[in-house]
């Protein structure tokens, strides 16, 4: 089960920090991420980090403004979003799956098995 938490209503500019926790089991070797979805709208990927946590991917439009990071000891994922726009404004979603190595790193939604409940973040101008 995974359960993410963080999100909230900001300006503009502001940051904001997510995070999700897996309980009821330990997730080992699993690659982690963060996706966002509007009403309407298909589930997008943000980011997400190999269980080695030495690989990142980052969707073009939050590049250098969000860092995904990882704590396996405490079964933890984390999602520093600074410089917040409008347009981030969505439920976010932590999600996990499966990897065949520390290495790997996913980003279709459809290889992620472990979806959290989501969290609203929204941000006006």
């Known amino acids: 089960q995974l359960q993410a938490c963080g999100g909230g209503l900001v300006q503009a500019g502001d940051s904001l920090r997510l995070s999700c926790a897996a309980s009821?089991?330990?997730?080992?070797?699993?690659?982690m991420g963060w996706f966002r979805q509007n009403p309407g709208k298909e589930r997008d990927i943000v980011a997400a980090?190999?269980?080695?946590?030495?690989?990142?991917y980052y969707a073009d439009s939050v590049k250098s403004r969000f860092t995904i990071s990882r704590d396996n000891a405490k079964n933890t994922v984390s999602l520093q979003m600074n410089s917040l726009k409008p347009e981030d404004t969505a439920v976010y979603f932590c999600?996990?799956?499966?990897?065949?190595?520390?290495?790997?790193?996913?980003?279709?939604?459809?290889?992620?098995?472990?979806w959290g409940q989501g969290t609203l973040v929204t941000v006006s101008s």
């Open positions: 999600a996990a799956s499966q990897a065949l190595s520390g290495s790997s790193l996913y980003i279709s939604r459809y290889t992620y098995e472990y």
């Open positions: 980090i190999s269980w080695s946590g030495n690989r990142t």
């Open positions: 009821g089991r330990t997730f080992r070797s699993v690659c």
